[in-house]
């Protein structure tokens, strides 16, 4: 099979069609970059070929991107020297786009080149975009499904087959920054305004033709091979470029605090390469693409937010031999801020939402959740009152549980409490059908004790969801000891229907997620009782690439959540039960009602409107600034090792299956420093051998919770990584 055909009409307009088999979206490979390397020679070298137009077979899209393994075998196929490889690799893409952009003109006249043009039925990511920006005029279908752009930053890398180059040349750094170095993926009409793409029209293969057939000379010419060219917002020696590179210099350390290489590589390249000819600057561009794609960052970010996430997606982990478990309707208990949540992403799905709380007006309230998310919509030109519509309809609001009788899925989202869970357990499998799964929210309670109360555990399991619900990726699914493989298969074929991102993990108190998050705010509040600046902790763990810092996360989540997760801990742990200062921080705190950002006080001090001012500088009162503040790096390992730690004891005693669960679900589900590509990743990269004699020395200083767990020690002995032991389908650390 090939990746690209070539057909000459008898206007003499050759049209190369991308269409990877077994494939619903085009990817780059190395067999289909030879192929269209030697097509486009074909063309150019026939004198009855005027001109080319490069299209799709796919329907409703371009292309999707690399194919990342690619880059793997690019730096495989190097042996002792991967940089010369990828550097080499990533120059022929460069020679091969470049003679698409020449398109055999004369070097001194820019004349007698064939037009070349795209035509795009809809998405083009990353190389899908590097390669239309290479030709001389790109047509997209209006397709309001389409998105254009290139997001190769969102997964630890940048574009490096010359977009780049071309779009900071052709749109100018500033104007280019968006979709560089944030990732933007537009609409194909929004495409058009910000200059990535030329026309959106209703068939842009016809259109792409008549434009070849009558394309002039000097249609052809890129602006930067043209004579006088300059770039767009200024280079970085003019006045007002000097200033554009400054500002893009703050923004990105802004934005990423120096935790992603990735980012400052690119800014690196535009800056570099603005400075120089075109053709250099692809050098340059290549130089810094291999320099990412060589640092361990870059590969564990594209192993677990692209490959392992992708593959989870899909079903990785679903039990073999268990038929298609889609929800049809979908049972709701409680309809709080979490069940509000549930409801509305369902129906977003085009599922049939029931939600039940205790009267009719507290079900109206959680319905009420989606149609103020939809009126924000509207707002924002992001729905339509049609869709609002649809989407209320398919939610039905009631107090009754009889509604629930035809539900497949019930997942209950009731007060945190066992014997309240108990009781709904009761009522609703009395009314439900036998064969119906159930399904708790619960965040910290075990799965295995709520299914007690259930006649059929075996169709019991946890479905636990971070809030808020409508924007967080993760869905965490627990299978209690009972739990069968029908009831795993409903929950990950829901996910998968609602868009997000499952892991599997087996029952224990807190699950995986939370017994990781937990020990990160404890940390932090320990460190507070110690005398560190909570303004040093929350900028420790910033600059590891944490969204928030944990001081912050504890006013976000409030404090009286964490007295009341403390407590249930003691109470469930006896003894075992690990006490510290933390604990009489938080229950102080809560004693004088510093609840958090709910109670406009917590950590930090709020305005009327819930607005931060500034940390709270009431708890040096009791916890009083320590003279000598720690060093960031201790800091940082003491909120590093504390959650990686967590993962690898979630490993070993059977609670994490999968390590790619492990890495994606930290990312996911609470932004564990996505550079690393999650704990695991984050472990390899430094060394088993090192994070042992590290957490050896945090042991002596701090205590016992920094004690290497035994796994880590055996791999660490045998200087063995998590990948390389367990490859991406750990059953068991055993």
Known sequence: MTDFTMKTDADGVALITW?????????????????????IDEALADEAIKGIVITS???????????????????????????KGLFEGTMRMHHLLRKIERAGMDPKTNKGGKPIAAALPGTAAGIGLELPLATHRIFCADNAKARIGLPEILVGIFPGAGGTTRLSFKLGAMAASGFLLEGKMVAPAAAAKAGLIDEVVADPVAAAKEWVLNAKDTDLVKPWDAKGYKMPGGAPYHPAGFMTFVGANAMVNGKTKGAFPAAKALLSAVYEGALV????????????????????????????????????EKGAVRPEGIPDQRVKKLGVLGAGMMGAGIALVSAQAGIEVVLVDRDQAAADKGKAYSEAYMDKGIARKKATPEKKEALLNLITATPDLNALKDCDLIIEAVFEDTEVKAEMTKKVEAIISEDCIFASNTSTLPITDLAKASSRQDQFIGIHFFSPVERMLLVEIIKGKQTGDRAVAKALDYVRQIRKTPIVVNDARFFYANRCIIPY???????????????LIDNAAQMLGFPVGPIQLGDETSIDLATKIMRASKAAMGNEYPASEADDLIVWMEDIG?????????????????KRLGYWKGIHDKYPLAENQPELQEVQDRLMFVQALEAVRALEEGVLMDIREGDVGAILGWGFAPWTGGPLSWLDIIGTPYAVERCEELAEKFGPRFEPPALLREMAAKNQTFYGRFGGEAQAAA
């Open 19 to 39: 269409d990877v088999a077994d494939k619903s979206m085009n990817v780059m490979s190395i067999d289909g970059l030879s192929e269209l390397d030697a097509l």
């Open 57 to 83: 077979g796919k329907e409703g899209s371009f292309a999707g991107g690399m194919d990342l393994n690619l880059l793997a075998k690019l730096k495989a196929d190097a042996g002792d020297d991967p940089a």
């Open 277 to 312: 000819p075109f053709d250099t600057a692809l050098k340059i561009e290549a130089r810094w693409f291999t320099s990412i794609l060589m640092n361990p960052s870059s590969s564990a970010m594209i192993r677990s937010l692209f490959l392992n996430k992708e593959a989870l």
């Open 521 to 535: 705010g404890g940390e932090a509040t320990r460190m507070v009782t110690e005398g560190v600046a909570p303004v």
């Open 594 to 610: 510093r609840l958090g950002r709910k109670a406009k006080a917590g950590y930090f001090e709020y305005d009327e409107k819930g």
